[in-house]
């Protein structure tokens, strides 16, 4: 009752707001700055098709969103990261992509494609991959760091930053305690929960906006950090370091996938194709710091870019690496309960 | 035939408004309590059959903790308001009138802009390399830049920011309405100043200062945003753990329920303010 009461809501805002000639647009639903401007434009330029491109600071969002909107057909493309391929794809709320439509598939990394999220990728098209791992602003920091434990050593009270993000903060705690990170254990949640609520009072702020702020504002030295926004956060802040921690990084890949009533498939199609080309790709990578999948664009990019550990870690740094599975929902209500106790300060 | 003419007008603005109602407020919140007496779905985020789940589930101590701990942030906010908002009214009432106008004005501008913009701008002033670090260390009073982003300090200065026009604005209206007459009637009965402001002056502004606390102590305690950017997502205020409950944890009827525990207080408090008006009113002022 809601949803439909929901869906006439938005079809009189929708009616409301379009003239009677639609015009062809796409709608794109991504993480905040998790496409360069100039790749939008140079589609619009290139096909005549304007985007609008709306953006999210979590699964859950954008989950939440789509599975809402699900018939109103607000998006024509998304971003989901790993596991919410997979729980998407078993939701039905996915269209299948039409491999025909889609030039460049084949340069995309073979250790990329086809996974358990989605065998033989028929729902989803790898866009970018990253990590979540340690920052370090070296000019405050003294001392190596190596581990995800360090971020419980006292020198670090109050300067430690988190990502607002419960998946994986309970991540890094689990693998501290030498469980997997994706543990749908009640006692072994319960035991990362005890880890974390050590470590919270070095905790300054959780961040999943823009990771990087904090370190560049002065709040925090330390802490967790998307490999691309070290990259970028660089810029403002030479002394930011990248750091791969000993137990593992937390790995991810986000793929484009388009949602069950997209009104506008084919441009969303276009759009896939358009950003598969090499040269774009690259340009992607170079500009936002995160590594691309696209093996054509890998021989393009910049020097410098290509040869960043931060951005394309060697296979030493993946060592213990994890990628994010969908844990079911019967854990995920045990994170979630403990997630509100560490945050109220339990 | 003025009225006739009217009653056309009349018809039309009264259906505006009880549709508005009806449509964008009563339904929105009917919605809300179907939600929050519906079962968790992990599929369809809610489905049959109906029961309180959620209500019981609110009974656990860590939700009594957090709404504790929101309401004494609430409670600070809305006693800083009123300690600043009330002198400001008063004050306000005493100016000439054509002053009254362009300080209320003022007072209202920056409503022109979204509350969030303002948030993202407090934190460029308390950041540790901010503007009011680096003023009072180039000023010599501080050598080591303070910490003020990111605490409980930086939550209430927000919210405090963001809601005091709501205090100041009902608090003007019942100073403004104080007859000078009572004031010099009580004087001239022997009260001093202090038992004039204890015995006159405070029980005539209090429906004032009641629907400022109504306007400001619930807000407090939704305003997700301001421990999300202030706050660093620490010091939860019930907002947050319906916007949790929402988007990360998908249970909507837990969420449900807790807003509309929010509206029942609100609702309290309305009663309460209802309730002292009339109360006022019948001492025949």
Partial sequence: MKKLALATLLAVGLTGCSGSEEPQVLNLYNWSEYMPQEVLDRFTEETGIPVVYTTYDSNEAMYARLKLLDESAAYDLAVPSTYYVSKMRQEDLLMPIDRSKIEGFDNLDPELVNLDIDPDNQYSVPYLWGTTGLAVDTADVDGEVTAWADLWDERFEGRVMLTNDMREVFHVALRVLGYSGNSTNPDEIEAAYEKLTELMPSVRTFNSDAPRMPYLEGETDIGMIWNGEAVMGRDGLPTLEYVYPAEGIIAWLDSFVIPKNAKNPDAAHQFISFVLQPEISALISEDIGYATPNLAARDLLDESVANDRASYPNATDMINAEFQTDIGDEALQVYAKYWEMLKSGQ | ?285
């Fill in chain 2, 1 to 285: 035939m003025r009225s006739a003419r009217q009653q056309p007008f009349r018809t039309a603005v009264l259906i505006l408004v009880w549709g508005w109602l009806l449509f964008l407020v009563f339904t929105p919140n009917l919605l809300v309590v179907g939600a929050s007496v519906m079962t968790r779905d992990p599929g369809t985020f809610i489905s049959l059959p109906l029961n309180l789940d959620a209500y019981r589930q609110l009974l656990n101590p860590l939700y009594l903790e957090v709404f504790l701990h929101s309401l004494y942030m609430a409670a600070m906010t809305t006693l800083i308001c009123l300690l600043i908002g009330y002198p400001f009214a008063w004050s306000l009432s005493k100016v000439a009138r054509q002053h009254q106008v362009l300080l209320i004005f003022l007072l209202i501008v920056p409503f022109w802009t979204n509350s969030l913009v303002r948030t993202y701008a407090l934190k460029l002033i308390l950041a540790t390399n901010g503007l009011l670090n680096s003023a009072l260390m180039s000023l010599g009073l501080i050598e080591e830049p303070l910490q003020m982003l990111y605490t409980e300090g930086a939550v209430i200065i927000g919210l405090v920011y963001l809601l005091l026009p709501f205090m100041i604005l009902p608090l003007y209206a019942v100073f403004d309405d104080l007859r000078d007459d009572l004031l010099r009637a009580s004087h001239d009965l022997g009260a001093g100043r202090f038992s004039t402001f204890i015995h006159v002056i405070v029980p005539l502004t209090l429906p004032g200062v009641l629907a400022g606390v109504m306007l400001v102590l619930l807000p407090a305690m939704g305003l997700f945003f301001v421990p999300d950017i202030l706050g660093g997502s620490r010091n939860l205020l019930v907002g947050n753990v319906i916007k949790n409950q929402f988007l990360d944890a998908r249970n909507w009827p837990f969420g449900a329920a807790a807003s509309i525990v929010l509206t029942l207080a609100m609702a309290f408090l309305m009663f309460a303010h209802r309730l002292s008006k009339r109360r006022i009113g019948e001492e025949g002022v």
